[in-house]
């Protein structure tokens, strides 16, 4: 029989969720498509909700983790700061290790 323990990863910051799996998909996805409303778009979220999801990283965040342009002429515009890349890359690591953690764990349950 195989077994697999199921997970999810988020870190708060006084009780409000400052990454999780979606906020940090929505991170990349502005790292790709250089705009908050075509991340959002190629994520399936309204850009209400999307808005929202940065909003409150922005706020639970030491810094900021994007920079924002109004639309105008030539049509707004959203970036990842520094920061915002490295809490994705902290992140990334962190997910990646507690897997491998429960990888390891769960196979004490072959050796039963």
């Not at 870190?11 to 991340?39: C, D, W, Y």
């Not at 639970?60 to 002429?73: F, L, Q, R, Y």
Request: hydrophobic share 35%; proline share 1%; net charge positive.
């Amino acid at each position: 029989m195989s077994y697999k323990i199921k997970s999810r990863i988020w870190i708060e910051s006084e009780n409000h969720v400052l990454l999780g799996e979606g906020r940090v998909q929505l991170l990349k996805a502005i790292e790709t498509e250089g705009s908050l409303s075509k991340a959002a778009k190629t994520l399936g979220l309204s850009y209400k909700k999307a808005w929202s999801l940065i909003d409150s990283v922005n706020k639970s965040a030491k810094k900021p983790v994007t920079i924002n342009s109004t639309g105008g002429k030539g049509g707004g515009g959203a970036e990842l700061t520094d920061y915002g890349k490295q809490l994705i890359a902290v992140f990334d690591e962190i997910n990646k290790n507690c897997w491998n953690f429960l990888d390891e764990q769960i196979q004490k349950l072959d050796e039963l």
